[in-house]
């Protein structure tokens, strides 16, 4: 494919993933929640055994920093509870309150809800090429990735 050709299809593809950000985002202003505090209620969802800040931060792809505006917020709504580890009182665990559970729950639901009805518009074989080609692209860009760092590194010694 020519080069001009392949960067209007990649302007075209950015678009369209921004354009899903933003509709997500709007979705989730319902809840009164961020895309990053939807992750971390998410994650935390899913792992009851909790999680250090730090290794959720990790885990999420966000900044130390970002992680403590989203706990301080998932905080103040009374969601989390922050529990000092027994083998290091200066290391928090972080854990979902029974109203941060109830919560996370009904977010949850609608969210998979969200999205179910968006992917009933298409047929089983075409939401399975979707995700080959989600796949594909995702190897492609983390290979991509993976080389540059490489390349870095070879630079920097």
């Not at 950000?21 to 992750?39: C, G, I, P």
């Not at 998932?74 to 989390?80: A, H, K, M, Q």
């Not at 796949?135 to 590194?153: C, D, G, M, P, T």
Request: aromatic letters at 10%.
């Amino acid at each position: 494919m020519e080069k001009e050709k392949s960067r209007e299809l990649l302007r075209q593809w950015m678009n369209i993933l921004s354009d899903t950000e933003n509709v997500y985002a709007a979705f989730l202003k319902r809840f009164h929640l961020s895309k990053n505090t939807f992750f971390a209620l998410d994650y935390l969802n899913s792992n009851p055994e909790g999680e250090e800040p730090a290794v959720l931060a990790e885990r999420l792809g966000l900044t130390r920093q970002m992680m403590t505006i989203v706990l301080n917020d998932l905080d103040e709504r009374g969601f989390i509870i922050r529990r000092e580890r027994k083998d290091d009182h200066r290391r928090k665990t972080i854990l979902l309150s029974k109203k941060g559970k109830t919560f996370a729950d009904e977010v949850c639901r609608a969210s998979e809800n969200f999205d179910l009805a968006a992917l009933a518009g298409f047929s089983d074989e075409e939401f399975c090429g979707m995700l080959d080609f989600s796949k594909r692209f995702y190897e492609k860009i983390k290979a991509q990735l993976e080389y540059l760092v490489e390349q870095e590194e070879h630079h920097d010694n």
